[in-house]
């Protein structure tokens, strides 16, 4: 097998060839005088199974084009196979038709990935279960559930701790780290008036004197997250602390979760930290490279990967 980094999140690439004990592939990849993007694999991968890491972070369509003639350059190189290892899906929030006369984006990016010649996609944390089926090849969506879990239970034992969905449409995610905490569940009823602004409304559950666990998939702006630790804590939550697998943190989001009653946000490296997230105080990073390259050599040895969702 052969791993080829783009340039998204070259750390984390390192992180699971070294997990894997393998070098990365050399490759180029580079702009243009005009910004085009160029690519070109210095090494001879006729017949190799590769593995193409890459999130589609910010700037997202930078990274996506970077992924897309990559996929390209393999694919006439005579790969073998090609795996898009893609931590952090983007546009996965455009998953469906929001209103009249818009696109369905996750859907076009799953065909331009494919039509650019993977053979196969592993990803995290897709954030709705049904985008693997706007793809027309295999699939893998790991969790960073067992990690977090693992994580909750060192840092927090003994206390009295509640899992809290930021929103209705994260129960089944929130549900499912509860079951594993073995502890009760609550959830925020928030209202979106338009796109990155929400408004808590109630807290179905009681928090009263408990440490609250919020549960997400994606920090964007912090609002919504900074806005439900406030209303935990105005309903007598003892503390609040937050896992979320990417930490996009546009805008002013590190500012305002550094503002705010979170005790400490939990965020993997599925996106590249930022300075600002670096040096954040209550901010911390936790490594997702183990869990890649497990699922990369399995899927290489052609063993199960089902036992990595667990």
Known sequence: MKIVACNSNRPLAEAVAASLGLPLTSASIRRFADMEVFVEINENVRGEDVFVVQSTSYPANDNLMELLITLDALRRASARRVTAVIPYFGYARQDRKSGSRTPISAKLVANVITAAGAHRVLTMDLHAA?????????????????????????????RDLMVVSPDVGGVVRARAMASRLHTDLAIIDKRRPRAGVSEVMNVIGEVEGRHCILVDDIVDSGGTLCNAAEALIKNGASGVSVYVTHGVFSGGAVARVGAS??????????????????????????????????????????????SLFN
């Open 261 to 306: 009653p979170i005790e400490n946000m939990t965020v993997t490296d599925s996106i590249l930290a930022t300075e600002a997230v670096r040096v954040s105080s209550n901010i911390r990073q936790v490594t997702i490279a183990p869990l890649l390259a497990e699922a990369m050599r399995r899927i290489s040895e052609e063993s199960s990967v089902s």
């Open 130 to 158: 049904q985008i693997q089926g706007f793809f027309d090849i295999p699939v893998d969506n790991l969790f960073s559930a067992p990690l977090f879990s693992r994580d909750i239970m060192e840092r927090y034992k003994g």
